[in-house]
């Protein structure tokens, strides 16, 4: 898995498209925030892709062994079924690393969306910084990048999510765990 | 080589004494003392005492097939390279420069034909012997001599089973007399299949606020926190609509623990594990079990199920067919880092190993859904351990205290499942290697120390 390069040059979508993606990643992010996760759950698709990989510490002529391949180890490799027992493991009430619950502040930037060939797919990139306190004195910084297929469909917030691959900043992962979504 | 490894147990510049470490862990009433996690002391000979003499993981033989493949891991907080020679052996080195201590080789993993310092440029080749210093005729007057200035070598490196192991410690037994009877459990694990084992790619590495320890005893033997820790983790994978309360592990199990200090523990039947999926679950228990069966015999394939273990002093091992597992290294007395990988059978087929996989990556790695709740659970006791009243109240490790027994059909010490055993035994080993002066004066049946 390689970090996207910048090649082509950009075919960015309308003004009114652009805004209303970003309205959607802005309201998807805080549905997790706000620990809806029902209803973020609502806006992935059955046949969802969403995957990060682990990287590695290499030289500048080795870039291709920086990240891992979609049959190593990952930090999420995920289907809507695994992603829905995470969801319900929070909702248990007993998920200690979820109890008492954390609080979190997902920031959202550097939005680009591009629209496929075909017209019907968006691709979209952002970068987050995701802001994680737990219990009494717990911080936990996750930064990344994100790159998402997105389609216009009849969720409650007019899109939903086909596909999702999540870079994160680390490669020693600098926290006790991730029990959070992205 | 002027540089040199001690390798006596030393504790005299301690302020510990033997009797002290000793009073720590008593096995006769089953009780710890909380000191033991937080301790900077005990850390310091835990260092040198026990990581500085044991056999270390280093890395699965598959990692590393070709020569001048490398991978960087560590021993207790030093830095070591693992690279494969031209002849197929493997060889082990501290990684640090000899001149001003710099890391000789600062990426993760690869191929080299040299190694050469960031710092003023000295380079050393795969077995770690320094072959050039830039202005040697120059700046040194050829006045040094090249082979005085490579870094300590791992005394011995061995493997079991596709598991490469290093020692830092001239006098440490062979490596199978090191694992002693741990070998008969290791094989669960290492030898179901002809075609051996291999490592997937990538390594899971983070960091928890707690001591090394935790995590190591609790794989030794904790079938106990699975129900209560994990509750969550089991209710999320049970079908929809089923009641909350069949998620719950078998009541039936053993557990082993040994002189050595390793130790496992296991349920008695296989049970489903539907996290995999129908495919993954018709090999294991199809032509997975069967080859299985035909090399370990009746006792190590059915009569052991989700087995945790972990090898003294911090690696450890958990599943079948497709297990993870793990070296909980030592940064400070309060912060480990896990190293963790994914080994599978080399004869599953394709789509049995990717369904494996993440199924090994949704519930153990850093966002798996059952290791979450136990970092959560150590990071916390770490801190419970903060206060002096803390430090000074017993821990209970008293579970099947008096009930250990021989059984005939697994070596070692056996007791139930739902034991501490396996951890009085793991602790036992880590007080007599902390303050033992050789291994001749540690109790194991260490027969081949002369």
């Not at chain 1, 930064?143 to 020693?172: C, M, N, S, W, Y």
């Amino acid at each position: 898995m390689k970090a996207q390069a910048i090649t082509k040059s950009i075919q960015r979508v309308e003004l009114a498209l652009h805004h209303e993606v970003e309205q959607f990643l802005y309201a998807e992010a805080r549905l997790l925030d706000n620990r809806q996760f029902s209803e973020w759950l609502s806006l992935i698709s059955e046949d969802v892709v969403y995957f990060a990989p682990t990287r590695y510490n290499v030289m500048s002529k080795d870039p291709d062994n920086e990240f891992s391949s979609g049959e190593d180890l990952a930090i999420f490799d995920e289907s809507k079924d695994s992603l829905s027992r995470r969801v319900k493991k929070i909702q248990t009430g007993r998920a200690w690393s979820e109890e008492p619950m954390s609080r979190t502040r997902r920031l959202i930037t550097n939005i680009t969306a591009t629209q496929s060939a075909q017209g019907e797919l968006l691709e979209v990139t952002s970068n987050f910084i995701v802001y994680r306190n737990h219990l009494e004195r717990t911080v936990e910084i996750f930064a990344g990048t994100r790159t998402d297929t997105i389609v216009e469909k009849d969720t409650h917030l007019g899109f939903e999510l086909e596909r999702r691959e999540i870079i994160f900043d680390q490669a020693t992962i600098l926290a006790k765990h991730i029990s959070i979504l992205f | 080589m002027s540089s040199s490894t001690n390798t006596n147990g030393d504790f005299q510049s301690s302020k510990w004494t033997k009797e002290g470490i000793n009073g720590l862990i008593d096995n006769d009433r089953g009780t710890l003392d909380p000191r033991i996690y937080v301790d900077k002391d005990l850390y310091e000979l835990e260092l040198k005492n026990i990581f500085g003499r044991s056999w270390n993981f280093l890395a699965h033989e598959t990692q590393i097939p070709n020569p001048g493949d490398f991978f960087q891991n560590y021993i207790g907080e030093d830095a070591v390279l693992v690279v494969r020679q031209a002849d197929g052996s493997v060889s082990g080195f501290l990684n640090m420069c000899r001149h001003r201590g710099m890391k000789i080789c600062r990426t993760d993993c690869g191929n080299a034909k040299t190694f050469t310092c960031s710092y003023h440029g000295w380079s050393y080749d795969r077995a770690g012997n320094l072959i050039n210093v830039p202005m040697k005729k120059e700046a040194y007057r050829n006045e040094i001599k090249l082979e005085d200035w490579g870094p300590p070598k791992l005394e011995k490196v061995e493997s079991y089973k596709g598991l490469i192991f290093g020692t830092w410690d001239p006098n440490a037994p062979s490596l199978t007399s090191y694992l002693g009877p741990m070998t008969f459990y290791l094989d669960h694990y290492l030898d179901r299949s002809g075609e051996g084992t291999r490592a997937l790619g990538g390594v899971h590495k983070w960091v928890i606020p707690s001591n090394w320890k935790m995590a190591a005893e609790q794989f030794c033997d904790d079938m106990y926190h699975v129900d209560y820790s994990h509750a969550s983790a089991m209710i999320a994978q049970l079908p929809e609509g089923a009641d909350p309360s069949m998620a719950s592990f078998p009541k039936d199990g053993n557990q082993f623990g040994c002189a050595e200090g390793h130790a496992c523990s296991f349920w008695s039947s296989p049970f489903s594990n539907a996290g995999s999926g129908p495919a993954a679950m018709e090999f294991i228990m199809g032509p997975e079990r069967e080859e299985a069966l035909q090399r370990l015999g009746k006792v190590r394939v059915a009569e052991i199920a989700g087995m945790n273990s972990t090898v003294f002093p911090n690696f450890s091992l958990l599943g079948a067919g497709a297990f993870t597992i793990r070296t909980w290294h030592p940064k400070g007395p309060d912060e480990t880092e896990i190293w963790s990988m994914i080994i599978v059978n080399a004869s599953a087929p394709d789509g049995v190993v990717q369904a494996l996989r993440k199924n090994i990556i949704r519930t153990f790695s850093p966002s798996g859904t059952f290791e979450q709740d136990d970092t959560e659970n150590w990071a916390e006791m770490q801190r419970v351990f903060r206060g002096t009243k803390a430090q000074s109240t017993s821990l209970n490790s008293g579970m099947g205290l008096g009930h250990a027994r021989q059984d005939e059909r697994f070596p070692g010490t056996i007791n139930f499942g739902y034991a501490e055993e396996g951890a009085r035994l793991f602790y036992r080993r880590w007080k007599e290697m902390l303050t033992a002066p050789t291994w001749r004066d540690m109790s194991a049946t260490l027969k081949e120390v002369s």
